[in-house]
């Protein structure tokens, strides 16, 4: 069956359907990764978004039980050069048409998606819809997109709205949700963090009660100055815990701090993504996802210093503050999907949260 994508400048792919059947409507992205699409799918940091993937065969490994980053996919479709109708995995549950049959998810294949990559790379994110093919309603579809807009908080959208925890044995750790991946979670249990996950608007008192030994700000969807109300809650809690933010957490961490945020033309989004540290000039790979980006010009050095940036393009990637044992980083540290290069920083999190337990034992 015929299936089009229309974006807002006009552009109109044709291709074949799969996946659900239904029409939507959201922000076109491009993903480089060549594996890694079950957590891209179901990333709630992609709020809303239709996910081009440019590796040309998507779905050849299936979908299975294990690589979900969080319960329901919240994307509004999928762009494939070619999806695979017979994955072939021991772990394979379902194959990718299935899965997105079954969350209600369009997918469009056979359309040159590296001539759609490049269109978003030149002119930046656009809008689009994924319908069916008639020729007739295309204009329709155009004032449409042209009409529609998000939610400005996104994250309310996938944030929870009540507290839970995830016990464990090792520091307390207080996890932010701006939509957090099950892979920050994994990775704060391996260390055995005893975690408990609160809502984005939680208060400053409220973290403060429940005396963690750290704080994780996640990685989430939007515009961090859509949610400036979280920066005092921020500002406050880095003065009394060790702090380490993600993503949009990093975003925030730095906006918080006087930094501006600015939109990139295309954003980053993929798994091999190199990025320097600044003390040691050591490059690492890391996975990306973000389309916003701490503006250098605006950080203060006497507050905030910088720690990593990318080396393509030079954006900055990781800061730290001078005076309170706060830091945070725009990469995917737990590599879902991707290298895992960047998975020490945990470590350097509980590193820091053991130290700062030892200065408070000093002064008692």
């Known amino acids: 069956m015929k299936r089009k994508l229309v974006l807002e400048d006009g552009t109109v792919f044709v291709g074949e359907a799969f996946g659900s059947e239904m029409d939507s409507y959201g922000e076109v992205v491009f993903h480089t990764g060549m594996t890694g699409y079950q957590e891209v799918i179901s990333d709630p940091s992609n709020y809303g978004q239709i996910i081009t993937f440019s590796y040309p065969l998507i779905g050849n490994y299936g979908i299975n039980r294990d690589d979900f980053e969080s319960i329901q996919p919240v994307i509004k479709g999928v762009v494939v050069k070619e999806a695979s109708d017979f994955p072939s995995n021991w772990r394979s549950n379902m194959s990718l048409s299935e899965f997105l049959q079954l969350k209600n998810i369009p997918g469009i294949a056979g359309i ?3 001539m759609l990559t490049r269109l978003i790379r030149d002119k930046g994110t656009l809008k689009g819809a994924i319908c069916g093919y008639d020729e ?23 944030s929870v709205t009540k507290p839970f925890p995830s016990p464990g044995r090792g520091k307390s750790v207080v996890v932010v949700d701006f939509g957090v991946k099950h892979g920050i979670l994994r990775e704060l ?4 963090c005893d975690i ?10 409220e973290i403060i009660s429940i005396k963690p030994d750290g704080v994780l700000l996640s990685n989430g969807p939007g515009n961090p100055e859509n949610i400036q109300e979280v920066c005092e809650m921020i500002q406050e809690v880095q003065q009394h815990f060790p702090l380490f933010g993600i993503g949009l957490g990093h975003q925030l961490f730095a906006l918080a701090n006087g930094c501006k945020i600015e939109k990139m033309v295309s954003g980053h989004r993929g798994s091999s993504y190199p990025v320097q540290e600044l003390e040691t000039g050591k490059i690492i790979f890391t996975s990306q996802n973000h389309g916003y980006e701490v503006v250098e010009s605006t950080i203060d050095p006497s507050v905030l210093t910088i720690t990593h940036k990318a080396l393509n393009g030079g954006s900055i990637e990781g800061i730290k503050h001078k005076h309170f044992r706060a830091f945070s980083l725009q990469y995917e540290p737990e590599a879902s999907p991707g290298s895992e290069d960047g998975k020490k920083a945990f470590d350097q999190f509980i590193k820091i949260m053991n130290e700062q337990n030892g200065r408070v034992e000093q002064h008692a």
């Open 112 to 114: 040159d998606t590296r």
């Open 196 to 205: 408990k996950v609160v809502p984005y608007d939680t208060s400053a008192e």
């Open 189 to 192: 249990t391996e260390r055995g």
């Open 136 to 158: 007739e309603n295309t204009e329709a579809i155009l004032a449409q997109l042209q009409s529609d807009t998000h939610s400005d908080n996104l994250v309310s959208k996938v």
